[in-house]
């Protein structure tokens, strides 16, 4: 008989660059996809609470509509229906549109959310010292909501990494989809799920735990 | 003849149908300290928010320096300014407000050199000298790397106190700025306006605390729906016996 060298340390052993690759795009498309989410989100969230009624309802359309639309389907979507119109996006830009748009309709709320908790006096006593809106919103505003908004966002973040895993429905070969070929190699289905857990495990745990350090270090006094 | 800091006439300001402030007249000279009293909805605070434009009014005018703020007036038209030269007008007064609005992740310091620095341009070092100064002033000089969490109610008013008048404005507006604290904390609050009205400042305040409107203020306002109702020197009012309301208003303040 063969000796097929199939010991599970093995097949990891040779599927660490893979694993690599896999998590490099992983994180790729999540870090693109969490800058996107944040400066559009940032800005429609700016909309939701300063903008004149139009603005405000189309903000709010796009943040309602988005909420309300399954992340997997945003993605298919992305990918299948731009093409009618002759946009053909490849899976990892598709895969970043979507995450993207996703994240941007939760951080756009947290933005408003933060804005509208602030108390009025904030923005009266800045307005008073003769600050304008500008500096006001910088230098009094913004410092009180990011720190409020930081705990949501670092969990949009995680979500968005988990939400990467779904972008491997449309070819992108990041972690999870990575597993899926070495198991048709090796047939260790339990095991290397286990590792892919682990690793999404390991990513998750350390962007809360930076998330923490940080909420740590800016909190107000 | 003393000059002329503040000249509202015939202010005039609505909610809706709701007429809150039904011409008011008022003027305060250079150095006079005077107060307003009356009870809660006689339209005192919005008087005081009009004079900063925190509020629109929708009659009347009020003079800074002999120059009229907030509004234009063409042919009978009244236009409001833009934003950027009500942004100035501002400037000519300071406002302490009854829920201070410390800017919470700043530090006392910070607090006061943030619109030194924004607003008038003055350089770090300036700044910091300016609110080190007036910390000093408000009995703080070693809290100025604290922040408002970190400070107790009257200590947090000095500091907008400090904030307020280190702008060097023309007028400070007092709104109201014991009635959050604890009483045991009043007393530190009020002795620093005192002061500051010991030291010559032009200052509008709106109170409930009467023994010290009858101790610092040169003329005492009531206010009653919408109008000044009783006027004069702190004697003519508290001992005032012909006003109905301004006699059952007294009865259930403390003094």
Not at chain 1, 165 to 181: D, F, K, P, R, Y
Not at chain 2, 88 to 111: E, W, Y
Not at chain 2, 183 to 201: C, R, S, T, Y
Request: charged content about 20%.
């Amino acid at each position: 008989m063969m000796n097929l060298n199939t010991g599970f340390w093995h097949e990891l052993w040779i599927s660490i660059d893979d694993f690599a690759v896999g998590i490099g795009v992983a994180l790729s498309v999540s870090a693109l996809a969490v800058i996107m989410g944040t400066v559009l989100g940032v800005v429609i969230g700016l909309g939701l609470t300063y903008g004149n009624i139009v603005i405000r309802t189309l903000a709010r359309i796009y943040v309602d509509i988005i909420r309300g639309i399954p992340v997997l389907v945003l993605i298919l979507a992305f990918f299948y229906v731009l093409t009618i119109w002759g946009i053909n996006l490849d899976p990892f830009q598709a895969g970043v549109l979507a995450l993207g748009v996703f994240s941007a309709a939760h951080v756009a709320e947290m933005t408003r959310g933060a804005l509208q908790n602030i108390h009025s006096g904030q923005r009266e006593a800045s307005l008073a010292l003769g600050l304008t809106f500008s500096q006001t919103f910088i230098s009094v505003l913004m410092p009180q909501a990011l720190r409020q908004i930081l705990p949501t966002w670092i969990n949009t973040v995680i979500e968005t990494v988990k939400g990467s895993t779904l972008v491997s429905i449309i070819g992108v070969v990041e972690i999870t989809l990575v597993t899926q070929q070495i198991i048709a190699r090796n047939f260790l289905t339990m095991k290397f799920y286990a590792v892919c857990a682990l690793i999404y495990f390991c990513i998750g745990f350390s962007i809360e735990r930076f998330g923490k350090y940080i909420e740590k270090k800016i909190a107000i006094k | 003849m003393s000059e002329r800091v503040l000249e509202i006439s015939n202010l005039q300001k609505s909610y809706g149908d709701n007429q809150v402030l039904k011409g008011v007249d008022l003027t305060l000279n250079k150095g006079e300290a005077v107060s307003i009293i009356g009870s809660s909805g006689s339209g005192k605070t919005t008087l005081l928010r009009c004079v900063n434009l925190l509020e629109e009014f929708h009659g009347g005018t009020v003079k800074i320096a002999d120059k009229a703020i907030g509004y234009t007036e063409t042919n009978g038209k009244r236009t409001r300014i833009s934003n950027r030269e009500i942004t100035k007008d501002r400037a000519l007064t300071g406002m302490v407000f009854q829920s201070f609005n410390l800017f919470p992740h700043l530090t006392a310091l910070q607090n006061i050199t943030l619109s030194l620095k924004k607003v008038q341009k003055k350089s770090n070092v300036e700044a910091l000298e300016i609110a080190n100064h007036w910390l000093e002033r408000v009995g703080l000089p070693d809290r100025g790397d604290s922040f408002p969490g970190q400070l107790s109610g009257g200590q947090q008013q000095r500091v907008a106190i400090a904030r307020a008048i280190a702008m060097n404005p023309l007028i400070m507006l007092f709104d109201e700025v014991t009635s959050a604290l604890d009483p045991e904390l009043i007393n530190e609050v009020l002795d620093v306006i005192k002061a500051l009205a010991g030291d010559g400042m032009t200052m509008l305040i709106v109170t409930h605390e009467m023994r010290f409107a009858y101790e610092v203020s040169k003329k005492v306002i009531f206010m009653n729906e919408g109008v000044i109702g009783v006027e004069g020197t702190p004697d003519e009012v508290f001992k005032n016996s012909n006003n109905e309301r301004l006699v059952a208003f007294l009865k259930n303040t403390k003094f």
